[in-house]
């Protein structure tokens, strides 16, 4: 695919002086550019939980009317075996 980018003249001087010095094409080293852009963009997209649903029938009798507070104290209880 072919596009025209308008790059300004001291950007695009450093860049081909780039190229030349690492002896890559210019076109690589735009193509290396974008990725590093891309890939950091990606990087810092907000988290999504994914969905972990599961069927069920709530809590079990015994402790519904807790509060969370008391069901997550209760999770970390050590149990005597």
């Not at 860049?15 to 094409?25: H, K, P, Q, S």
Request: proline content about 4%.
């Amino acid at each position: 695919m072919k596009i025209t980018v308008q790059i300004s003249e001291p950007l695009l001087r450093d860049a081909r002086n780039m190229a030349t010095r690492e002896g890559v094409t210019f076109r690589s080293l735009v193509e290396r550019g974008l990725q590093s852009v891309v890939m950091e963009a990606k990087a810092h997209a907000p988290f999504k939980l994914r969905r972990a649903s599961f069927k069920g029938e709530g809590l079990c009798p015994e402790l519904r009317g807790f509060s969370w507070d008391h069901i997550r104290a209760l999770s970390y209880e050590r149990r005597n075996r």
